[in-house]
């Protein structure tokens, strides 16, 4: 079972995921530099990854955008006071209204304590957000990832990852969740890093500029 851990140097955690592994030494050669894409704890963050789910990275950064500038400051009473129409104007789907509503009730009407989740292990912790309607595991992962700095996650049905995976590995095919586990297996406790590094390294194979 694992839960809130220390967060330690990223170069040192970096070295000791890649001392055994040398496809991840090469992936840290290419890519160089991780970005920074934590996030503040919070309801609007738990929101804009919920957005995101399913999309571009501009599609999302697009609609997240007219999502903040309209709903000022952005919480779960602001959010709620906007009509549905309103919000499906701001380019979220109608499914993504419904999710994000019972999010915002959950959180105003204090059924959900979000703040409570940072003295909760991961297990528990996925267990209180997948319990929110709409809000799966990919969801769950990347809160617990980039706000509360949960180091061992790892989105293993990512399709990202999972490509980034077929590549690195040199692997038949696309590897499946169960399959992505067990290779990730070696990266304890430190899955949550390997992940970002698979996930600059996606980008690199793929063409992408560092920042996308």
Request: contains cysteine.
């Amino acid at each position: 079972m694992s839960g809130p851990a220390m967060v330690r140097p990223l170069g040192r955690v970096i070295a000791q995921l890649t001392a055994g592994d040398r496809d991840l030494e090469r992936v840290v050669r290419l890519v160089g530099p991780l970005p920074d894409r934590s996030r503040p704890p919070g309801f609007a963050a738990l929101l804009q990854i919920l957005c995101e789910q399913q999309l571009s990275v501009a599609s999302a950064a697009a609609i997240w955008k007219r999502v903040a500038a309209a709903v000022e400051p952005l919480g779960p009473e602001t959010f709620l006071a906007l009509p549905e129409e309103r919000l499906r104007a701001l380019g979220l789907s109608r499914s993504k209204v419904i999710y994000g509503r019972a999010l915002a009730e959950a959180v105003a009407a204090g059924r959900f304590d979000l703040d409570g989740l940072s003295a909760l292990d991961d297990e528990a912790a996925m267990a209180a957000l997948t319990a929110i309607k709409g809000i799966g595991r990919w969801t769950a992962e990347i809160y617990l990832l980039f706000t509360l700095g949960r180091n061992d996650i790892w989105p293993a049905d990512d399709l990202a990852l999972q490509a980034a995976m077929h590549h690195l590995k040199g692997l038949r095919q696309r590897p499946g969740r169960a399959e992505m586990v067990a290779l990730a297996e070696g990266w304890r406790p430190h899955r949550g890093t390997a992940a970002r590094l698979l996930w600059a390294y996606y980008r690199q194979i793929k063409g992408m500029p560092a920042g996308a």
